[in-house]
């Protein structure tokens, strides 16, 4: 049977006999931000604004539908619904914002400090509606460890064709299962690795509930063996 570390260590050392930086991408929501509990916290405030769970759902999956779901989107949706006190919904969400740091996965910083910049070109990537995405990212204090930051509003394994060669040797750490089974595919010398850290992250209506046969890993500390 194959071994993957073995088969990861040989990659390695013909990245790093080419001498070249190789691109590390790393992903946000779920990968290194808590996406369920920032989730929980944001419909605890349109509850607060009086809304029902049903509600909330429906509103919710529907927003999730082109994996473009962003708060204002939730709250545009929620104003067809009844109305609500906006400007105290509003001064919420602001807070919640301000609260990002708080859904930082604990091992995130240690990791992303460990990186030897002299061998990785560290680059985060995240999917998303673009301003959403951007204040999340802005507010996690976490931009000041990356070379650069893209945000893309169409899947990963399509945008990465504009970054990246078919050949290119490069890494990728992301929480969705169909996106590292599609970036394998597409990328056959690049090291996808599946963040694994919560199971039932597979129910999420943003995903496609389809579980593949991925190289996972539990935390940072795994992934950072693969390096």
């Not at 570390?5 to 050392?13: D, F």
């Not at 910049?117 to 995240?126: A, P, W």
């Not at 690049?190 to 579980?211: F, K």
Request: charge should be positive; hydrophobic fraction near 35%.
């Amino acid at each position: 049977m194959t071994n993957p570390q073995a088969t990861i260590r040989k990659k390695r050392l013909l990245w790093y006999h080419f001498g070249m930086k190789t691109k590390l991408f790393v992903d946000f929501d779920g990968t290194m931000f808590d996406t369920t509990g920032f989730k929980e916290a944001t419909l605890e405030v349109f509850r607060k604004a009086g809304f029902s769970k049903d509600e909330l759902m429906t509103a919710y999956q529907a927003e999730c539908l082109d994996y473009k779901y962003s708060i204002t989107g939730m709250t545009e949706r929620l104003k067809k619904v009844r109305y609500f006190n906006f400007s105290l919904t509003q001064a919420r969400i602001e807070k919640l914002f301000r609260d990002v740091p708080r859904y930082i996965y604990d091992d995130t910083e240690q990791f992303l400090q460990s990186v030897d910049k002299s061998k990785y070109e560290l680059i985060l990537i995240t999917l998303g509606e673009t301003h959403f995405q951007h204040k999340k990212v802005e507010n996690s204090k976490l931009e000041k460890y990356f070379d650069q930051v893209l945000y893309t509003e169409i899947q990963k394994w399509d945008y990465l064709e504009n970054i990246v060669q078919k050949v290119e040797r490069f890494i990728l750490i992301d929480d969705r299962s169909d996106t590292i089974h599609q970036v394998s595919l597409k990328f056959p010398k690049a090291l996808a690795l599946q963040m694994n850290r919560r199971d039932e992250d597979r129910d999420d209506p943003a995903r496609n509930g389809r579980v593949y046969k991925n190289l996972s890993v539990r935390n940072f500390r795994q992934a950072a063996s693969y390096l």
